[in-house]
Structure formats: structure tokens, C-alpha cells
């Protein structure tokens, strides 16, 4: 089992910019793979970014060249770079993590960008 916490969520005004964490425990050695994920009021939750463990990454066209996804193996921490932030990025933020055929998800963290 993994359990993940989110932190590094709040309040910032447009063109801010923001740092999540993402702190991973328990089995982090079968960790592949990992996600930012968010999902806005009334919306479904839907895909930011991923790693690799080998550090490829995927973004949504939404953030690109924004976001940022980078990882930490040794510290078993995930982050997101968040720069240029605008109010439709307001959500709550959501790592995940694949071991295998299993899906791990944190609790979320809310961030909230006001115009």
C-alpha cells in the first residue's frame, strides 16, 4: 500500500505562483508512475501532469509551459510548479501514484486563484 499526502495549497492572486507537495510512504519502491490531477466545482476530475520514474512527463494543454512536474525518488516526494496562475486553475489538487495494477490517490489539496 502507498499513502500519499498534498500540501503547498492556498490563496494567491493571478500571475502567482504556487509549489504543491505530494509525500509518498509506505511501499514507495513500487512506485511507478505518478499524477497531478484536479478536478474544479461542478467538474470532473481531470488530468495536469505525469512522471514517470524515469522522469518522462505529460502535461494537459491547459498548463503547459506553466506546470511543472518533477519528482524526488529518494525523498518519495512529487511536485507541481504551478506559475501564471489563473482563476480557472481554482481547484482542489490531487496526487496519484501506480504500483502496478494498483491506483493510489492523496486527499487533495484546495488552491484557489482570485482575478
Known amino acids: 500500500q502507498v499513502q500519499l499526502v498534498e500540501s503547498g495549497g492556498g490563496l494567491v492572486q493571478a500571475g502567482g505562483s504556487l509549489r504543491l507537495s505530494c509525500a509518498a510512504s509506505?511501499?514507495?519502491?513500487?512506485?511507478?508512475?505518478m499524477g497531478w490531477f484536479r478536478q474544479a466545482p461542478g467538474k470532473q476530475r481531470e488530468l495536469v501532469a505525469t512522471?514517470?520514474?524515469?522522469?518522462?512527463?505529460n502535461y494537459a494543454t491547459s498548463v503547459k509551459g506553466r506546470f511543472t512536474i518533477s519528482r524526488d525518488n529518494a525523498k518519495g516526494t512529487l511536485y507541481l510548479q504551478m506559475n501564471s496562475l489563473t482563476p480557472e486553475d481554482t481547484a482542489v489538487y490531487y496526487c496519484?501514484?501506480?504500483?502496478?495494477?494498483?491506483?493510489?490517490w492523496g486527499q487533495g489539496t484546495q488552491v484557489t486563484v482570485s482575478s
Open positions: 512522471i514517470t520514474s524515469g522522469g518522462s512527463t
Open positions: 509506505g511501499s514507495r519502491s513500487s512506485i511507478n508512475a
Open positions: 496519484n501514484s501506480y504500483s502496478g495494477p494498483y491506483v493510489y
